[in-house]
């Protein structure tokens, strides 16, 4: 393994050096002192700098495990700080407004949160050699790149608590089925007030693309089951122990671990579902932007997001990794469509007037399953 | 809550005792009593305006922007203001949170009463583990504690419920408990409020002139009624001041609720601010807006107090340590008592630990202990984090600085309103309590906004000042507890012998009230070990403590590991006081608080 990176990064040099000759702006490393191999000399800038501070709001100590794999190839320790979303996004302007340089390399599920950081001038611009095997539509070229795997929101069930021919029709059509009346008092649901996307995914079925199958009806159906109100947390947590035998609105990557655990829960991608990428950039005012750069040439490497994969038990993002994960044989699991999942939530100005504080989709989902938050 | 508050005394005939006798008319001595404030009150007033004053008026400039102060694009608006104070989309929120901690406060003093007057009336067996096993809560992150009893209580798959089904051979549906209902949210919400109804009041109680109950009870009055007609009205000001204090933090909770998955007909002002600052698009300005709208309730609440005080205290006799009360005699009585507190010691520690000890060797939560398959993986996880030392050294730093900082300022705070009073003391006492009148995360934003621009932003630096400020309302509030119980005129004998004032609070009073301090000391050893509101908003990379990452590892799920790191802070808990009771013989009981 350590010689086939070493390999790899040999490689990864050469393209570097091709990449450079061929793109006048900052792109990948160059050295015109030296003129030497640039992967190396950027190896010991970074080295030299000593460090790296990675802020993220992903699940932290699959943050941790995968940023110590740049450790281990390059001894340069990484400071990880994660945060919630946009407490991490309010965190970080805070900080840069105040040119407080702490951030070196900057990472946020949220894509409208890390386009304003580039409008605000908060990013650097940088194309990691191999930036192409991401996918383009995730990506803000030049600037961000979507280097850790997607998450995709699930419908799950506790399999010891529900029978074979019951998982047959949650894998069917799993909203229909959580609102059965044999599972009353059994479901948990998440509510849209814990995150835009579990709102989005609530809009899906009532209002948007899910409408014409599902609409308004089948939530009320769902809610005529009397579900326990949870966030996501607390509610995998209440779907493991048995509290609730089905479960709307968890993220896949928070069900992974349990499942590689041997916890009794399986899950399944309704349609229409959300999902998304977090995107991950270099901080212009970055303390370490050396180690920073080298940092991206690393995570878009195809053993760095091996790891990830590995670490997370998310899809691999990488178009040159193969998805070799356990869970792609099992009979219960089927990846989602990438090309069906509605990622577009965050620029849908129907679904963003209706969910914000004035619109009046909460307003209505509140009232539908008899919530007051 | 606030300082003039006297436990320990006795409104009524001094009856012969050697006391000194106040006569306070309300308001009007004080008034005349007008003089230049002392050194020591202006240092006091300069650290709390650092400390307090600008976090808080950081909240207040905070509400009324367009953005987060600080942000480019930000400017004058009172949007945030009148969303907030007009718009009426938070009066149900507002009621119903003030209603909830009214509740909650009012049924922890009720227990916390009674508990304290058995603990320090009755010969009650083994009263001292029952002591500790009513404080044992506060060592528990409550939402630690609600997490614990989800596992525990819940209707389909609580371990209660699921264990005594098979071994009771009962129905698959059968709920025996059930936690995820309107008592069971208080019965959660109670076992962390009831301990601090229970040390005010039992400091209290133990510090009574006792003459008083002897009095009615050689004048033939029964237990019960010198209890109600005599204890109870003596205690007045302990009771109203431990009934605000809870309802002040009982405005804050939001995660009992939120976790025991209760639907309540309103969302509370918590979990409103907690909304506008972690939900896209986070809004701070909504937050600190309603962050004011809690501070000036609460405002009125430390002013009604303080009045109610003043009122109970028309003729007051303050006198110096007097003897232990005599005990109740209640033969058969003592050991229901008894009974009644192992109960509660089973529910609000035993069981709670256990569960928790239980979810940090199982790698997700099997509730049914037949299946229960354990391993240390958890524990090897938490162990082998890179950041683990830099926490536990973050934990160790807030551990000991907060509180020493805490009492020593508190100590000042105490001394100004108590002995000195006039005005600036007023002001004093109304500063020294704000903190706890400004949910945690916002004042912890106040402090963010107020340091973003120096060079101790992101260290453990920052995170201390936060706390220190925080727990200012609980030092003051110790210390004046204690400072009130000292016969003033053993000062003033140092001061006639030609000390400073300086030298007379580090040779008088400082030694007088080193047990009270002590004590406050591992209180508050306690509180900054556990904090994590604050912390959370503060900490960078490296100046995150243990309490962050169980926070954390809450938050992705990860509840084994967040057992562990509870359990880990569980036992620094412990071996702080334990060092505090061995090596600075300060105990961690009501006796000096």
Redesign the interface.
């Known amino acids: 393994m350590n010689n086939f990176r070493k390999v790899a990064t040999l490689a990864l040099g050469a393209a570097v050096l091709w990449a450079a000759a061929g793109c006048a702006a900052d792109t990948a490393p160059t050295d015109q002192k030296t003129g030497s191999d640039p992967m190396a000399a950027l190896i010991a800038a970074a080295k030299a700098e000593g460090e790296l ?2 802020y993220g709001d992903a ?3 699959s943050l ?1 495990k995968w940023t ?1 794999g740049f450790t281990d190839e390059y001894g340069i ?1 990484v ?9 991490l ?3 970080f ?3 840069q ?4 340089a ?1 951030a070196d390399i900057f990472s946020i599920a ?1 894509r ?2 890390m386009e304003k950081m580039v409008t ?1 001038g908060y990013i650097t611009e940088y194309t990691p050699a191999d930036a192409g095997n991401y996918p383009a539509e995730q990506s803000k070229a030049g600037y961000y790149y979507p280097l850790q795997n997607g998450y995709f929101q699930t419908i799950a069930y506790n399999t010891s608590k529900v029978s074979a021919e019951d998982i047959a029709k949650i894998q069917a059509d799993p909203l229909k089925a959580a609102a059965d009346p044999k599972f009353k ?2 479901v948990g649901v998440n509510m849209p ?4 996307q579990i709102a989005a995914l609530y809009y899906g079925w009532s209002e948007g693309d899910g409408a014409g199958t599902y609409g308004w009806d089948a939530l009320k159906a769902v809610a005529a089951n009397k579900p ?7 509610l ?3 779907l ?5 035998s089905i479960a709307v609105g968890i993220t896949d990557s ?1 069900e992974f ?2 499942v590689a ?3 009794p829960i399986q899950f399944v991608y309704p349609a229409p579902t959300v999902g998304g990428y977090f995107s991950d950039a270099i901080v212009k005012s970055a303390p370490h932007p050396n180690a920073a750069k080298l940092f991206m040439e690393w995570a878009t490497s195809v053993e760095a997001n091996q790891l990830y994969t590995q670490i997370t038990g998310t899809a691999p993002v990488n178009s040159k990794v193969k998805d070799e994960r356990d869970i792609m044989s099992q009979d219960w699991y089927t990846a989602p469509d990438t090309a069906k999942v509605w990622f577009d939530f965050i620029n849908d100005d129907a679904f963003l007037k209706a969910s ?2 004035k619109g009046d989709f909460l307003k209505k989902w509140n009232g539908v399953f ?4 | 809550m606030t300082l003039l508050d006297r436990p320990g005394v006795a409104p009524g005939e001094p009856g012969g005792s050697a006391t000194e006798i106040v006569a306070l008319p309300p308001g009007g001595a004080r008034r005349t009593r007008l003089r230049a404030p002392s050194a020591l009150a202006i240092v006091i007033l300069l650290l709390l305006l650092g400390l307090v004053a600008g976090p808080v008026l950081m909240v207040f400039v905070g509400a009324v922007q367009s953005e987060a102060p600080g942000l480019p694009n930000n400017h004058f608006s009172w949007d945030a203001v009148f969303r907030v104070y007009f718009s009426g989309d938070f009066y149900g929120s507002l009621l119903g949170t003030l209603g909830m901690a009214i509740a909650t406060a009012a049924l922890s003093v009720v227990f916390g009463g009674i508990a304290a007057w058995f603990l320090t009336r009755v010969a009650v067996p083994l009263r001292r583990l029952w002591e500790f096993g009513l404080i044992l809560p506060l060592f528990l992150s409550p939402f630690v504690g609600a997490l614990a009893w989800l596992l525990l209580a819940a209707p389909n798959s609580g371990i209660i419920n699921v264990n005594l089904r098979w071994m009771l051979g009962l129905d698959d549906d059968t709920v025996l408990v059930n936690i995820m209902t309107l008592p069971g949210v208080v019965f959660v919400m109670l076992l962390f409020y009831v301990p601090y109804a229970y040390l005010f009041i039992s400091s209290a109680l133990r510090n009574m002139d006792p003459s008083l109950e002897e009095a009615s009870s050689m004048n033939g009055r029964g237990t019960f009624a010198t209890a109600m007609r005599v204890t109870l009205p003596m205690m007045r000001p302990a009771i109203v001041a431990s009934f605000f204090f809870v309802a002040v933090l009982a405005t804050g909770v939001f995660v009992i609720p939120a976790v025991l998955g209760l639907n309540t007909s309103f969302s509370p002002l918590a979990v409103e601010v907690y909304r506008a600052m972690t939900v896209f698009p986070s809004n701070p300005p909504t937050a600190a807006a309603l962050g004011t709208l809690l501070f000036w309730f609460t405002l009125v609440g430390v002013y009604l107090y303080r009045r109610s005080v003043r009122n109970a205290n028309r003729y007051v006799t303050l006198s110096a340590r007097a003897t232990r009360p005599r005990a109740v005699a209640l033969p058969v009585g003592r050991w229901v008592a008894a009974a009644f507190f192992a109960v509660y010691a089973l529910l609000a520690a035993v069981l709670p630990y256990l569960t928790l000890i239980l979810m940090s060797l199982t790698p997700f939560a099997i509730t049914d202990l037949r299946n229960i398959k354990l391993s240390l993986s958890g524990i090897t996880q938490v162990w082998t984090r890179p950041d683990v030392a830099t926490a536990f050294g973050n934990t160790l730093v807030l551990g000991i600085v907060v509180p020493t900082v805490v009492v020593l300022i508190g100590l000042g705070v105490a001394y100004v309103v108590v002995r000195e009073r006039g005005r600036l003391g007023a002001l004093i006492d109304y500063l020294g309590t704000f903190p706890i009148a400004v949910p945690g995360i916002v004042f912890a934003t106040g402090v963010l906004w107020l340091y973003v621009r120096t060079p101790v932003y992101a260290t453990v630096f920052v995170v201390t000042i936060a706390l220190i400020g925080a727990y200012m309302p609980h030092g003051a509030r110790f210390a004046s507890a204690g400072l009130i119980q000292i016969d003033r005129s053993l000062e003033e004998a140092a001061r006639m012998n030609g000390a400073s004032k300086l030298r007379m609070l580090f040779t008088v009073t400082f030694p007088l009230l080193r047990p009270s301090l002590l004590s406050a000391w591992t209180l508050l050893f306690v509180f900054a070990t556990r904090e994590v509101n604050e912390a959370v908003i503060l900490s960078g990379p490296k100046s995150r403590p243990l309490s962050v990452l169980a926070w954390n590892y809450v938050e992705q799920g990860s509840l084994q590991q967040a057992a562990v790191v509870g359990l880990f802070l569980t036992v620094v808990m412990a071996v702080g006081i334990l060092f505090a009771r061995v090596v600075l013989r300060a105990k961690l009981d009501s006796s000096n608080l």
């Open positions: 501070t990675f699940n932290e100590t941790q110590q320790p400071n990880v700080l994660r945060m919630p979303g946009s407490e996004a309010q965190r302007q805070q900080e407004a105040a040119g407080q702490q949220d409208v949160s605000a008092g059994k007030q814990s995150s835009q326990l109100i949870q966030s996501s947390a607390t995998v947590q209440s493991v122990q048995g509290e609730v928070l671990s349990y655990q041997g916890a914000d504080a008899g919530y007051n938050g």
